[in-house]
């Protein structure tokens, strides 16, 4: 039996430069006794490699933990009865984590776009379970409108299920300075625990 607060943890990465950090926050999810998998946009590829989490015995990616679009759709034809991948991936997780959030990322939540696995999982996602999004991005990107309209139309589909955990300013990646640098991870663990708290209470 797990032990309370601890769950089926389904981390999304984007392509932000804070997914960088994607190794560090699977390691401190699992150390809090979560079950983690990773479901990785082509984009967030450039930042960090995802044969460093858990990998195979080879020491390739394992495909059961980090989860790629290609093993959503290979090349081979589907078949009826096959699994489906997003499907089971929200069945599997207790909690959909979006850490680092990008800008693109947000606004196809926003807009309902289903267009790689981590957004045809939230499109699909049981919206009794919670949702937390740690957004990074440039400054200017993080204060322009859309940001804050892309927000509040994910606050509107999710209610009382979303849980965001805001950027902090700080020396950018690209040297620009001000607010947009992903949360420090202790932030955006302290924020998963409370949702899980919450949603237990429900």
Known sequence: M??????????????????????????????????????ATAASLYFFDPAQLAPLDSGLRNPQVVIL??????????HRRDP?????LRRWADLL?????DA?????????????TLT???RAWDRNRPVVLAPAMNTLMWEHPATSRH????????????HVVLPVDRQLAC??????????????LETLHLALAGAGER
């Open 97 to 101: 984590l979006i850490a680092p959030l």
């Open 120 to 122: 045809c999982i939230y």
């Open 69 to 78: 679009d290609a093993d959503e759709w290979p090349r081979d034809r589907y």
């Open 2 to 39: 797990r032990r309370p607060n601890v769950a089926n943890v389904l981390l999304g990465v984007t392509g932000s430069v804070a997914a960088i950090y994607t190794p560090e926050l699977f390691c401190d999810l699992g150390a809090a006794g979560h079950e983690v998998k990773v479901a």
């Open 175 to 188: 040297d620009d300075v001000g607010m947009g640098a992903m949360a420090p991870r202790d932030a955006i």
């Open 84 to 88: 489906v991948l997003h499907i089971e």
């Open 104 to 116: 693109n990322t947000l606004a196809k939540l926003a807009l309902g776009l289903a267009d790689n």
């Open 151 to 162: 927000l509040r139309h994910v606050a509107e589909d999710l209610g009382g299920r979303l």
